[in-house]
């Protein structure tokens, strides 16, 4: 028989970054809707981070992975321990935020509104300029395959609110949690970049909707989950990064390949490429324009 003890499973996912993934804890104990539980997957962190947030967090549920499987693999394993409890809804949230206290009342309010919605995502604010829009809202270029967020640097006070989106950001978004037993987990495939678009068409072909709620706010700490502490030739951005923008963009048009024209989507993807290889070639970051090369290379091989 499941037990039920709260009715939203907040899941974490941490890598080696004890401070970043402490404050969003913080920041949740602290919020005005008490009736959820954090499961923080670890990504088999060496900076000790579970055994510090141990001591600090008792009732957090911890899962400690042996090597790390990616922002889709560790999420992935959270919501199968969600689904074995009988939580009504279930969110993603990157350890990289903050949030407001009364962030989560609005979210779900969108479901009781909106009997269609699949899943929502808050209003994400820039960290460090708490008044800029990091993400609220997305949508496709259809010729070219491509993913566009919206609102993108706008000012909060100019933000046009919409309440209805073509993806969401795997940042935040809370779903319902029988979403996942009917459509499945995210696409382990990806490991980080494109599961959260991926997930969101998978989510609207179930014929639910996406939504958008402005009264739910959190802040993200832009780029602090693949950026290096230190700029050298190579610059701050992992050139793994790079590899898996370009492979998984490439599986991602292939695996909705009927939402996106043929030959626009193959036009920027070449064009994408060399860009790349011009760009790394003219600033001599070789590392990135190996990675960015095979990236490209074994995105090919998939589809």
């Keep these: 028989m499941k037990v039920n003890t709260h009715n939203l499973a907040v899941i974490l996912v941490n890598w080696n970054q004890f401070d970043l993934t402490r404050a969003c804890i913080i920041s949740l104990l602290e919020c005005t809707y008490q009736d959820f539980e954090i499961f923080l997957v670890d990504n088999d962190s060496n900076d000790n981070s579970v055994l510090k947030l141990k001591k600090e967090f008792e009732k957090v549920n911890y899962i400690q992975n ?10 992935n394993i959270g919501i199968k321990n969600a689904l074995k409890r009988d939580f009504e809804f279930i969110m993603l949230l990157n350890n990289d935020t903050e949030v407001e206290s009364d962030f989560i009342e609005p979210l779900i309010s969108s479901f009781k509104s909106n009997v269609k919605l699949g899943a929502v995502q808050p209003l994400i604010l820039n960290y460090h300029s708490k008044e800029t829009v990091w993400n609220f809202g997305g949508t496709f270029n259809s010729f070219f395959g491509l993913v566009q967020t919206l609102n993108k640097g706008v000012r909060r006070s100019e933000l046009k609110v919409n309440y209805l989106t073509d993806w969401i950001s795997g940042c935040c978004f809370m779903f319902k949690a029988n979403i996942a037993s009917e459509i499945g987990l995210l696409d382990d495939f990806f490991f980080v970049y494109f599961e959260d678009v991926d997930y969101s068409l998978r989510i609207k072909k179930a014929g639910f909707e996406l939504g958008l709620q402005e009264k739910s706010v959190i802040y993200h700490h ?82």
């Design 222 to 303: 832009e780029g602090a989950s693949w950026k290096k502490k230190s700029k050298k030739r190579e610059g701050t951005v992992s050139p793994y990064t790079h590899y898996l923008r370009l492979r998984n963009h490439l599986y991602f048009n292939a695996k909705h390949s009927a939402e996106f024209n043929f030959f626009g989507k193959w036009i920027y993807q070449i064009f994408q490429i060399f860009s790349y290889i011009l760009y790394f070639t003219i600033r001599l970051r070789f590392n990135k324009l190996k990675m960015s090369v095979k990236g490209f290379l074994d995105g090919l091989k998939i589809i």
């Design 66 to 75: 042996s090597k790390n499987l990616g922002f889709t693999g560790a999420n």
